[in-house]
Nanobody, 120 residues
């Protein structure tokens, strides 16, 4: 059974930073891509960032220049460094893993989510 577990969420002041981590277990293979989605109440879930095993990167337009994704392909872990956080970044952040596509990621597995709250 594949499991993805996020950590690192919390409450931070606008302009601050957080680092999210996602640890995977139960997989017998390396995922083609791993990444992060987020969802705020009443809004559609959106892609934040993804990274393929071949190091192809995708970022959502709203986080470019502020967030950085990194991945350990051996351990099947993925991190998200979030800088210059804004109140609009407030959401539940979900780790995802699955297939690599030309557009980034097609998720097969999801984490439970971790809450990120940015105060103004």
């Amino acid at each position: 059974q594949v499991q993805l577990v996020e950590s690192g969420g919390g409450l931070v002041q606008a302009g601050g930073s957080l680092r999210l981590s996602c640890a995977s277990s139960g997989s017998r293979f390396n995922f083609g891509a791993m990444g992060w989605y987020r969802q705020a109440p009443g809004k559609q879930r959106e892609l934040v960032a993804s990274m393929s095993g071949g190091n192809r990167l995708t970022y959502g337009d709203s986080v470019k220049g502020r967030f950085t994704i990194s991945r350990d392909n051996v351990k099947n872990t993925v991190n998200l460094q979030m800088n210059s956080l804004k109140p609009d970044d407030t959401a539940v952040y979900y780790c995802a893993a699955g297939l690599s596509t030309t557009r980034g990621i097609s998720p097969n597995y999801w984490g439970r989510g971790t809450q990120v709250t940015v105060s103004s």
